[in-house]
Nanobody
């Protein structure tokens, strides 16, 4: 199963972008989903995640207040609205999904890459100052 991330691009500091993640052929509307990113020369890091209902969301401290994760279950699509982008947000952004459905976890689990079984190919976000 391939998740398809899109919406990346090159922007100036302070601009906004919205990333999308679609999953043709399989529904993730009842699975935990999240966004991770990997900057050049750095390890992949957690950005945001959402519970399978969408009622709970989790964010890395570095993006809290600027990024918003959301999901449209009817469209089987995950979003990441990114506002006030900074050069340090430059990275390849990956969406990810849990294979289990209708499953809740302790809060800490939503931040771990180990939770996610399916990954997208990534979309590049470049922010210049």
């Amino acid at each position: 199963v391939q998740l398809q991330a899109s919406g990346g691009g090159s922007v100036q500091a302070g601009d906004s972008l919205r990333l999308s993640c679609a999953a043709p052929g399989r529904t993730f509307s009842t699975s935990v989903m999240g966004w991770f990113r990997q900057a050049p020369g750095k390890a992949r890091e957690f950005v945001a995640s959402t519970s399978y209902t969408g009622s709970r969301t989790f964010y890395a401290d570095s993006v809290k207040g600027r990024f918003t994760i959301s999901r449209d279950s009817s469209e089987n699509t995950l979003y990441l609205q990114m506002n006030s982008l900074q050069p340090e947000d430059t990275a390849v952004y990956y969406c990810a999904a849990d294979s289990r459905q209708r499953t809740t976890y302790t809060d800490s689990a939503y931040y771990g890459s180990w939770l996610y079984d399916f990954w997208g190919q990534g979309t590049l976000v470049t922010v210049s100052s």
